[in-house]
């Protein structure tokens, strides 16, 4: 089984500052795909950014990057200028690549950004 | 357009009750899929529905159950509630094929008491 571990409860970032947040994954399989969802006290999981496993480029939203190590399985999410609206938890997910998606996600713990102003 | 809608927002049930959650899929998603968020907690797969039908299911028991209608949209039926059922249940809709994700819910609360 797939596990996703979130080694960070929670960070914190001055306004307009970068932050990193950590991911890191294991999985057998060679073909799956990660993602960041970020929920905030509404509690609907909003997408933030998404890698393909099979794609060696970073996945880029904005102000949003990830630092994809495949061999390593790390997945880390950076936010550049931070913004009081960023704050949130943020969960990482992977999902398999075999049967369609049928297995859902899996998520990690979730890491609490607090963004300080 | 409308995204992913679930209802009640807020729900207070009584140890072995049975209760049903409801989600309408966002506008063009077939599938529909389920979580169970513990306070604290990452979202946990419960089961998926495509075509009328539970595609896979996590690591819960029998008393979790489901539905899809037709027009995809889903229930969540939680039968005998122990007060360990009390979270957060989202609902995610996505195409059969989620390349791009799931879009979700902003969940139905459950507490039981």
């Known amino acids: 089984a797939q596990t996703v571990t979130q080694s960070q409860p929670e960070m914190s970032v001055q306004e307009a500052e970068t932050v990193t947040l950590s991911c890191t994954y294991d999985?057998?399989?060679?073909?799956?795909?990660l993602f960041w969802y970020k929920q905030p006290p509404s509690r609907q999981m909003i997408l933030v950014i998404r890698?393909?496993?099979?794609?060696?480029q970073n996945a880029t939203e904005n102000r949003f990057s990830v630092n994809f190590q495949k061999a390593a399985k790390s997945f880390s999410l950076k936010i550049s200028d931070s913004q009081l609206g960023d704050a949130a938890m943020y969960f990482c997910?992977?999902?398999?690549?075999?049967?369609?998606?049928?297995?859902?996600?899996?998520f990690g713990k979730g890491t609490h950004l607090i963004i300080q102003p | 357009d409308a995204g992913v809608t679930q209802s009640p927002t807020h729900l207070i049930k009584t140890r072995g009750q049975q209760v049903t959650l409801r989600c309408s899929p966002k506008?063009?998603?077939?599938?529909v899929s389920w979580y169970q968020q513990a306070l604290g907690q990452g979202p946990q797969f419960i089961f998926q529905?495509?075509?009328?039908?539970?595609?896979q299911r996590g690591n819960f028991p029998d008393r979790f159950s489901g539905h899809q209608f037709p027009n995809y949209s889903s229930e969540l039926n939680v039968n005998a509630l122990l007060l360990g059922d009390s979270a957060l249940y989202l609902c995610?809709?996505?195409?059969?094929?989620?390349?791009?994700?799931?879009?979700f819910g902003s969940g139905t609360r459950l507490t039981v008491v």
């Open positions: 890698q393909e496993a099979y794609k060696q």
């Open positions: 529905y495509y075509e009328e039908e539970e595609r």
């Open positions: 506008s063009g998603h077939d599938t």
């Open positions: 995610a809709s996505s195409w059969s094929h989620p390349n791009y994700g799931y879009t």
């Open positions: 999985t057998s399989e060679s073909d799956y795909y």
């Open positions: 997910a992977y999902r398999s690549g075999r049967g369609g998606g049928a297995d859902g996600l899996t």
